[in-house]
């Protein structure tokens, strides 16, 4: 059974999803998540601590299921590319279909979303920790020196940061930012080409974490 705190953080995004962060009033999200408005008070102290709150939630769940990608292809036999490319597609379809990742990632906030609490720089930064500790937990980045791994893994996340910001109409562009990150990993990092870029035509799906935040499924 999830805790008062977490029935309001699942209760505020519900509610985000339909209203502008602006004119989302505290006891709505009270009444939705079956507690007091004092209980949620008690909880956050004010509207902007379960803001933050919020916004950070959705960025752990962000983090987590990125990483879990990239471990889910390695599993699935993915050589050290193939799993970094598979993980920059499902980031790519993740910040397209939840508005609170989008701004996270390119500092585009508006008044329909609580204020950042990091900037873009930083969660970028955090991502590309996440992915490659779970690609070195698989045993997946030894064949390659750490600095040229860092940095063509990043410079993969800056090019799906770049999509993200400017999206293409053509549903074809995920699957080109696959091929390249693919060509790319695999030129500077020697990583054997014995499976094929992932299709990217469809979000990867079995490794998407439980979207409450919580541990639980939805």
């Not at 509610?15 to 009444?31: F, G, I």
């Not at 949620?40 to 950070?56: D, I, P, Q, R, T």
């Not at 939840?98 to 900037?119: D, H, Y």
């Not at 979000?203 to 979207?211: H, L, V």
Request: with cysteine; glycine share 6%.
């Amino acid at each position: 059974m999830p805790t008062a705190r977490e029935s309001l953080l699942d209760a505020a995004q519900a509610v985000l999803v339909h209203r502008p962060w602006s004119t989302v009033r505290m006891v709505e999200v009270a009444a939705l998540a079956g507690v007091s408005r004092q209980t949620l008070y008690n909880e956050f102290s004010s509207k902007e601590g379960l803001g933050a709150a919020l916004v950070h939630q959705r960025v752990e769940v962000f983090l987590r299921g990125a990483a879990a990608t990239v471990a889910t292809a390695r599993r699935e036999g993915g050589d050290p590319a193939v799993c970094w490319a598979t993980g920059v597609v499902w980031i790519l379809h993740r910040a397209r279909e939840e508005p609170l990742v989008r701004a996270a990632m390119t500092g585009c906030w508006s008044s329909r979303l609580p204020l950042p609490q990091a900037p873009p720089e930083r969660l970028l930064e955090r991502l590309c920790e996440r992915m490659l500790a779970a690609l070195d937990a698989a045993g997946a980045v030894t064949c390659w020196e750490a600095p040229v791994v860092r940095r063509a893994c990043e410079a993969g996340l800056r090019m799906a940061l770049s999509y993200v910001v400017a999206p293409p109409d053509e549903p074809e562009a995920a699957a080109r930012v696959a091929d390249v990150v693919t060509a790319m990993l695999r030129h500077l990092g020697d990583a054997p080409a014995d499976t094929c870029p992932p299709d990217a035509a469809d979000p990867p799906g079995a490794a998407d974490p439980p979207e409450n935040g919580h541990g639980r499924t939805a």
